[in-house]
């Protein structure tokens, strides 16, 4: 548990991201753990726990997940999560639509903005965990936001307008 | 949401929340987590990899312990006994056996083509009520005579033995066949077969050979050799195989055998692809002609019932029997160039006469004692001394009643012919012959022959 510790608030934060929409973020964390649990003695380095962790949400993320949709019922859990954060509806819109044009984006972007935006990792600690430079994760980085910020416009020029209430919709309700 | 700012300040908002669950929470959730069994702790060490290299590991290990104590064990084992008899072929093991045994060449060799010679046991099972006494026997004498053969063979390896029908040991007093590996039988046989060639006692050396060694005389194929050639093969035969009364070579394209036949029909002798039995049902039926087939023996220990079953090959055959041979000299046994030679003139002759065509190259010469007939034209006088003194002085060939030479591009044949166009008894050369009396020779198949040879009531 000590070293769980201080990996506890970047690790749920990455879970919750990967898992929003698809599945229960519990379940997530849990099947993580309790691979990590299991197979303690075989992590060489202690201190990296953080990263095994990671990498075993992520790897789990690609092998159940990759060719699940959004589900409308875990899409209302996760908003009604947020709701229980005190996030206004106005942004919780917004967190949606951040979501769901994250996931159009190429895996490794994916990843290394989640990392950075949403669980706080430096761009050092990133390059570290993805085996490669930090140029790199600067570089993916940069070009995961210019192409998110290129999906949101063209999401909310063609994203017709039921699709909008609707959305707008499962959140009140 | 339209622009960065606005997607920062959603990234700012997931990274200010609180997280979904608390530490307690997954403390809590870390707590419920089942523990380890025991066993399962250290079994993750294994995989399936580890567990086969190590099974081949210990299999090697095992085999490289246990596989030259068996070997050795097997060596030591050569004194028959009631329940089992144990032959072996190898010099090295004859050497291993104590001064109390009997000679390598008494001991009895089964040698078998693409088997390894060394080390090669043969092991014959016998039943609890097998007479072993005649074994017993055979030892005494093996030391006072050396006989050739002490050999106990069957045609095929690990063959069981019939109850009570061992076979007896017919042949005493020959000098023993020296031992031979496989590739010494084999060039012995090549000499021998090019040998009887060069001599003109056989035709070809895929031809099947019995040579007989009655008391004072060698036969081969029935013939018995002059002087000359007795005392020829009589010192041939000595260095490899010493004949001896009642000892037989039997030599087949695939078989090779040096021994003696038993009054049960057995075989027993050096051998080479026993396996290939069937093929020498014709030397056994000469032999043996009314040698009768037991149903207490298996189909590897086939005897022959009698002399019908014997099929001739159709490709270069000579049908001479002995008896006919002598009674009637007239008809030669030619060489095959010869042969050739013979054909080659005749079909030009014949050509140049305008009694066949180049076109139809077939002729049935019928040398009857009045009149030479080709192709069933009678040729007049002129004509008639001509073909006769090209085949009967040149060649040798006389006339007789039913004496005829078939001509065909493919072959030629020459003998005496039944009436139903089966060669009776003569010698061909060539292919696509038939000379069998239920489909004869390809020759009648033409349709002028046919009508004049009333074909149809061969049909």
Known sequence: MKAYASCHEPFIRYCSALAYGKMDTEDLVQDVLLSAFQHFDRIAKKDQLLHYLIRAARNRSISQWRKRKFKTEWVEKHQDKLATQGISPELQLDIDLLYRQLDRLPGHQRDALILFEISGFSMKEIAVMQNSSIGAVKTKISRGRKQLRQFMQEKGQSNPLANVLKTVQSIVV | ?459
């Open chain 2, 1 to 459: 949401m339209r622009s960065g700012q606005q997607i920062d300040e959603a990234f700012q908002a997931l990274r200010s929340t609180p997280t979904e669950f608390s530490l307690e929470q997954v403390e809590s959730l870390i707590l419920t987590l089942p523990a380890i069994p025991w066993w399962k702790n250290w079994l993750h060490y294994f995989n399936l990899n580890s567990i086969l290299m190590s099974a081949i590991a210990i299999s090697i290990a095992v085999a490289s312990i246990f596989l030259p104590i068996q070997a050795e064990q097997e060596v030591q084992t050569v004194i028959p006994t009631s329940d089992s008899i144990e032959l072996s072929a190898a010099p090295s093991n004859i050497q291993s056996l104590p001064t109390s045994q009997p000679e390598p060449s008494q001991v009895a060799m089964f040698v078998t083509a693409g088997e390894p010679e060394e080390n090669q046991i043969i092991k014959l099972d016998l039943p609890q009520d097998v007479d072993t006494s005649i074994l017993e026997q055979v030892e005494t004498e093996t030391f006072d005579r050396t006989p050739a053969l002490d050999l106990l063979q069957l045609p095929k390896a690990g063959a069981r033995l019939v109850t009570n029908r061992e076979p007896r040991l017919e042949v005493t007093g020959c000098a023993p066949i020296p031992h031979q590996g496989n590739r010494g039988i084999r060039q012995f046989k090549s000499e021998l077969l090019h040998s009887l060639q060069e001599d003109h006692l056989i035709h070809s050396i895929r031809q099947n050979v019995l040579i007989e060694v009655p008391e004072g005389e060698i036969r081969v194929n029935g013939q018995t050799l002059n002087k000359t050639l007795f005392s020829k093969y009589s010192e041939f035969l000595y260095a490899s195989i010493p004949p001896c009364q009642g000892r037989y070579l039997v030599i087949s394209r695939q078989f090779f055998g040096a021994g003696s036949y038993t009054k049960d029909g057995y075989f027993k002798g050096l051998s080479i692809n026993p396996e290939q039995m069937p093929s020498l049902q014709i030397f056994r039926a000469s032999i043996f002609p009314d040698a009768i087939v037991s149903t207490e023996m298996t189909s590897d220990q086939m005897l022959v019932r009698s002399a019908e079953a014997a099929k001739v090959d159709v490709r270069n055959v000579v049908i001479l029997e002995p008896s006919e041979l002598r009674a009637n000299q007239a008809l030669p046994l030619m060489e095959w160039p010869k042969m050739k030679r013979l054909k080659r003139k005749l079909v030009a002759k014949l050509l140049k006469d305008k009694l066949i065509s180049k076109a139809h190259k077939k002729a049935i010469v019928e040398l009857h004692e009045d009149q030479v007939v080709v192709n069933g034209k009678a040729l007049d006088k002129g004509l008639e001394a001509v073909y006769r003194k090209l085949i009967a002085i040149n060649y040798g060939v006389n006339s007789g009643p039913q004496r005829e030479i078939h001509l065909a591009p493919k072959f030629i044949m020459i003998g005496d012919f039944g009436d139903y166009g089966e060669m009776l008894r003569g010698q061909s050369h060539g292919r696509n012959m038939i000379v069998g009396k239920t489909r004869p020779s390809g020759l009648y198949a033409d349709k002028g022959f046919r009508l004049r040879h009333d074909v149809k009531r061969w049909e």
